[in-house]
């Protein structure tokens, strides 16, 4: 089974500094997906950044950059130039990939709690 | 085009009552899911629909707890007799399996209390 580890329950990183969140998981597959998902308080869980296993290429979205270690296992998130509304608690997740309508779950990490502070 | 919506927001119930809750997905998106999210604790999958059919259950989910979609459309989660243990956010997801296959938009949940 495969499960995805986040050992930093809290952060915190002074705005516009730069601060990475660790993610570690294990799975026998080879073809998978892997996100960060960031959940403000009281509100909805959105997708920050995803990563496709095949792709040895980090994935960035703006301000967000991936580090992605295959044989590691390791996918961290690097936030750059920290914003206040950054603020929230970051998951992060893996789905396998199946074909032909199979189920793509995520299985969620305990999520770490990024403050940033002004 | 509006997100995925939940209803209602909070329900506060008393052990051994029925609940129902329910998702709307974005329109036209064709895959379905449900999440738990207890306190401290990333969500964990419970179920999926893919239009009308449920295609998967997780372990998690007791005799206790059914879902549907009906139409392929909107889905109901039900709770029979909850417990103490049944308190936690529900999360639906919504997405397609053509445009964007693995990416999942969430719902803002819906917090149940069993009292």
């Known amino acids: 089974a495969q499960t995805v580890t986040q050992s930093q329950p809290e952060m915190s990183v002074q705005e516009a500094e730069t601060v990475t969140l660790s993610c570690t998981y294990d799975?026998?597959?080879?073809?998978?997906?892997l996100f960060w998902y960031k959940q403000p308080p009281s509100r909805q869980m959105i997708l920050v950044i995803r990563?496709?296993?095949?792709?040895?290429q980090n994935a960035t979205e703006n301000r967000f950059s991936v580090n992605f270690q295959k044989a590691a296992k390791s996918f961290s998130l690097k936030i750059s130039d920290s914003q206040l509304g950054d603020t929230a608690m970051y998951f992060c997740?893996?789905?396998?990939?199946?074909?032909?309508?199979?189920?793509?779950?995520?299985?969620f990490g305990t999520g770490t709690l990024l403050a940033v502070q002004p | 085009d509006t997100g995925v919506s939940q209803n209602p927001r909070h329900k506060i119930t008393k052990r051994g009552q029925n609940v129902t809750f329910r998702c709307d997905p974005i329109?036209?998106?064709?895959?379905l899911y449900w999440y738990r999210q207890t306190l401290g604790q990333g969500p964990e999958f419970l179920t999926y629909?893919?239009?009308?059919?449920?295609?998967?259950k997780s372990r998690l989910l007791s005799d206790r707890f059914s879902a549907e979609r009906p139409k392929g459309s909107f889905s109901t989660l039900e709770i029979q007799r909850t417990e103490q243990g049944d308190s936690a956010m529900y999360l639906c997801?919504?997405?397609?399996?053509?445009?964007?296959?693995?990416?999942?938009?969430f719902g803002p949940g819906t917090r149940l209390t069993v009292t």
């Open positions: 997801a919504s997405g397609t399996s053509w445009d964007s296959p693995y990416e999942q938009y």
């Open positions: 629909f893919q239009n009308e059919a449920q295609l998967e």
């Open positions: 329109s036209e998106h064709n895959r």
């Open positions: 799975t026998s597959e080879n073809n998978y997906y």
């Open positions: 997740a893996f789905m396998s990939v199946y074909y032909g309508g199979a189920t793509n779950k995520l299985i």
């Open positions: 990563q496709e296993a095949y792709k040895q």
